[in-house]
């Protein structure tokens, strides 16, 4: 499942210039879904369902700031 963790976050980047803020940004993603990855399989989810919540949290998260950048323009 690891893979299927870094795979997603390489493909949100894919078509960003690969930088060190870039890689700073892309390295605190993978740490985060791995927190909520594991988390996930200690409250005894499958690995599958504990990646689809990890990928949740993630997605509800960026939706988020998002919406708190758009409102403070």
Do not use: P, R
Request: charged fraction near 35%; charge should be negative.
């Amino acid at each position: 499942m690891n893979i299927k963790i870094i795979d997603y976050v390489n493909n949100l980047f894919v078509n960003c210039e690969d930088t060190e803020k870039t890689k700073d940004l892309k390295d605190e993603i993978l740490s985060n879904l791995f927190d909520h990855y594991n988390e996930a399989l200690e409250s005894g989810l499958s690995k599958e369902d504990a990646y689809k919540k990890a990928i949740k949290i993630l997605e509800e998260d960026l939706q988020s700031k998002e919406i708190s950048m758009a409102v403070s323009k």
